[in-house]
Every structure is written in structure tokens, then in C-alpha cells.
């Protein structure tokens, strides 16, 4: 039987190939040191991956990528990427990036039993708790609207964790920025963009939420 994996390696050469062709010293420099000036917290859908959405290069954007893109912060590898990104490498820029038609926001709309999913999914249930408005919408708006609703809350347990509280007070230049992903057409649209310090992040966020109603409930 054929090594399924043969591919993904005959692939990377050809990359490599063809990275080198247009910049002999690309793998040389990157070796050398990262300077990413954004940080991308998403889902593992292989349908979002981060730097081919963006159009980004190795060594552009630092990614962390979780089952529904949730941000706790007991959750000490989203916190450690967190914490790394902002006082390690001076990232400016962070983004919560959701997506629709996700399998982690979905499997929270129901309620049968996953396993241990159940658990990581919980504060995505929470949301739908604290927005009943979302499931009085036709079916089929729901779960868009349940993803833009989490990359609302990601954002705001974000601009509350340890680590950006200690940034906006030692006044570094960091921000937050909320969008979803459309599998669908491939496009990014906007939810909240560049708080920082000096935003009211649970106003912004509340706003944000009513656009969500008002677009998607109308
Ligand atoms: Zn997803």
C-alpha cells in the first residue's frame, strides 16, 4: 500500500524549490529571527488557514488555532501563545478570526452528547444562553450568527486576560480585531476592529452584537 504522507513530502520540496527561486535567502533570513506584526487566534477547520487567507509568509503572522476558536483564560496554551506573541515578540496586531458553518459552534446548538467536546464547548453554549434572540431566527441564520456572536466574546476574554490587561497598562500599542470567515466565498468580513487600550470593550462588543441582531435577524 502506498505511503499515504509520500505526496506531502514530494510537495514541501517542490515549495522549497519554488521559494528559494524567487528568494535564495528567504529560509536563511527567517532563520535567523520572526517579526510577525500579527497574531492569528482561529479555528482548526482545515477550511481557515491563516496565512493563505491573508496572504501572508512564513514568518508574517503567529498563529494559534483551537477546536472553535475559544479564548479562556485557563486555558494555558491559548494564554501561553498569548503571552509569547505580545511580551516575547511585540506582535501589534491580534485577530480572533471565526468562521461559518464551524463544527465546534454547530455541535453547541444542539443538545446531544459529544464527549469530551461538551466540555471546550461550554462557553460557546453560554453565548446562545445569554442571547436568546439567536435562536428565534430562521435555521438556517443561526449558526452564522452564533459564530459572529463567539468571535465577539473571544475578542472581549482577550482584551480581559492577564496579559493584555498588562500591556494596556504598561501602554504598549497593542489591538484587538474580530472577523469571520466565510467558507463559502473565502471572504473575511469585519466584526470589530482595533480596540486597544482606550476602547470600551464590552460597549464595542454590545454594539457589535446589535449590528449582528439587526443584520441577520431582519
Ligand atoms: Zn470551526
Not at 49 to 60: M, W
Not at 194 to 215: F, N, Q, T, W
Amino acid at each position: 500500500m502506498p505511503d499515504p504522507l509520500t505526496d506531502l513530502i514530494a510537495n514541501n520540496r517542490r515549495w522549497v524549490a519554488g521559494v528559494n527561486a524567487s528568494d535564495p535567502t528567504f529560509f536563511q533570513k527567517l532563520a535567523q529571527q520572526q517579526r510577525p506584526q500579527y497574531m492569528w487566534i482561529g479555528c482548526c477547520d482545515s477550511r481557515v488557514p491563516a496565512n493563505e487567507i491573508i496572504g501572508l509568509l512564513p514568518g508574517q503572522v503567529f498563529v494559534h488555532r483551537n477546536v472553535g476558536n475559544v479564548v479562556q483564560a485557563n486555558d494555558l496554551n491559548c494564554m501561553s501563545a498569548v503571552q509569547y506573541a505580545v511580551e516575547v515578540l511585540g506582535i501589534p496586531h491580534l485577530i480572533v478570526c471565526g468562521h461559518y458553518n464551524c463544527g465546534a459552534v454547530n455541535a453547541s446548538l444542539d443538545d446531544l452528547a459529544h464527549g469530551l467536546i461538551d466540555y471546550w464547548i461550554w462557553p460557546i453554549k453560554e453565548i446562545q444562553r445569554r442571547n436568546p434572540w439567536v435562536m428565534k431566527l430562521p435555521r438556517e441564520r443561526i449558526g452564522n450568527a452564533m459564530g459572529e456572536l463567539n468571535v465577539l466574546e473571544q475578542v472581549a476574554n482577550l482584551a480581559e486576560c492577564k496579559v493584555l490587561r498588562r500591556a494596556w497598562s504598561e501602554n504598549r500599542a497593542v489591538d484587538l480585531t474580530g472577523w469571520i470567515y466565510d467558507v463559502g466565498d473565502g471572504r473575511l468580513r469585519t466584526l470589530l476592529v482595533r480596540l486597544d487600550r482606550d476602547s470600551d470593550v464590552r460597549a464595542l462588543v454590545a454594539k457589535a452584537g446589535e449590528e449582528i441582531h439587526a443584520r441577520l435577524g431582519a
